[in-house]
């Protein structure tokens, strides 16, 4: 039988039932349309929490107080929380860290800020003039913070554009007035430009001071939250981060590292652990999603063995005048394929669909990629083929004698 012939007896048999293909391609198509919607928003959010971190500096060691014990190993020390780095450490890293361009320290903690009848509760990040070069951040109105203002302890502050929205009203331009952190007034001296971000990372949230100034008026100390060391190319970050546990543990007088009462993160580290952890999450969706792969396939099944009984006469008769075994396995595998493209090729447009939707119609970014549509189309058609077997080859076996009794 000839490939058009094959293709037109199997057109004619699934239009003459279109209720009942109609509703059998609905389940390729939700399975299809799932899938690639679900590895969208999968690899989307690994997309936006890869630039995200990126977004924060390049080429990055980020050092922080505490290390992050496991369940087992007795009390826990969260990162960040506790008070081991201080800023002799940070200038014991500036002297000694030769290969890096550029490393900044910082004081973060968050704050309730008011201003002229407003407040908000936020992050001030008191940091030094090195800040804008390590953690690529611009200026959209103003200036910075300067080294005099440092050395000065001079009370000015840098607003995130969330920050001034909130305080002052969107697109107002508030360099020159004041706000009052803990009760202290603050110039203000510039806003940054937004960035975008979310969480903890989130700088466009942010409010930025002189180090000096916070270590004297606010925290009362001079521990800091987080050294930030930009390593002048990619290939010297592994060494960097050995120098700098190396230095800490000596001057911490610390032996054992698994002791360590500071944590160095390499950001390529950071980025394949978020990588491997939404790559993860990716899988997951899309083996929920996958399931509902299986149940179109059984519904096709399910149809192919209906149509094989419904026909039995009609499979005696083509034997009788000739067809081969062959002939009929041929034709229900192309009816089942049939089924599997067209719910292949609605669930492929479908799945674009939902997921342009939420990417436009919620903070949820999506990411489309060719190899989803290929491999969900792959194996709708696989599902075709192997759930169309077993009813194309029961009709292939059929006696024709017996089947022409069959009522």
Do not use: C
Not at 109 to 125: C, F, H, I, L, P
Not at 130 to 148: C, E, H, L, M
């Amino acid at each position: 039988m000839r490939i058009n012939d094959l293709f037109q007896e199997s057109y004619s048999a699934l239009v003459s039932n279109k209720v009942r293909s109609s509703l059998t391609i609905l389940g390729i198509v939700i399975g299809i349309s799932s899938v690639i919607a679900m590895v969208a928003i999968g690899q989307g959010s690994q997309s936006s929490i890869e630039s995200s971190i990126q977004s924060l500096g390049s080429n990055l060691i980020i050092v922080t107080p505490g290390a992050q014990r496991s369940f087992g190993a007795g009390a826990r020390m969260e990162r960040g929380s506790s008070k081991t780095l201080t800023q002799k450490d940070a200038d014991a890293i500036k002297s000694e860290v030769t290969l890096a361009s550029a490393i900044t320290e910082e004081l973060s903690s968050r704050y309730q800020v008011t201003a002229k009848g407003t407040n908000t509760n936020t992050t001030v990040d008191a940091t030094t003039e090195t800040y804008p070069g390590v953690r690529n951040v611009s200026i959209d109105s103003g200036s910075f913070i300067t080294a005099q203002d440092v050395s000065n302890a001079t009370k000015v502050a840098v607003l995130g554009p969330t920050v001034r929205d909130d305080l002052f009203g969107e697109d107002s331009n508030p360099v020159g007035q004041t706000i009052k952190i803990n009760s202290m007034i603050f110039k203000i001296i510039g806003v940054t430009t937004a960035k975008g971000g979310s969480g903890f990372t989130n700088q466009d949230d942010m409010i930025f001071i002189p180090l000096s100034t916070a270590q004297r008026y606010l925290a009362g100390s001079e521990y800091v939250t987080q050294v930030s060391v930009q390593a002048k190319d990619n290939s010297s970050m592994t060494y960097i981060q050995e120098q700098i546990t190396e230095l800490l543990l000596e001057r911490h007088k610390i032996t054992d590292s698994t002791a360590a009462d500071f944590t160095v993160q390499n950001q390529a580290d950071t980025v394949a652990a978020a990588s491997a952890t939404t790559g993860t999450f990716t899988l997951l969706l899309a083996a929920i999603a996958g399931i509902s792969l299986i149940v179109g396939g059984i519904g096709i099944m399910n149809m192919m063995l209906t149509t094989v009984t419904e026909r039995t006469r009609e499979i005696g008769l083509r034997k009788a005048i000739g067809a081969t075994g062959n002939n009929i396995n041929s034709q229900f595998l192309m009816e089942a394929f049939i089924l599997t493209f067209l719910g292949g090729l609605v669930g492929i447009l479908l799945g674009w669909g939902l997921s342009w939707g939420v990417s436009n119609f919620s903070s949820t970014t999506t990411k489309m990629s060719l190899s989803s549509v290929f491999l969900a189309f792959g194996v709708s058609a696989a599902i075709g083929l192997i759930f169309g077997y077993y009813p194309a080859r029961r009709a292939s076996k059929m006696n024709p004698i017996e089947a022409l009794r069959f009522e």
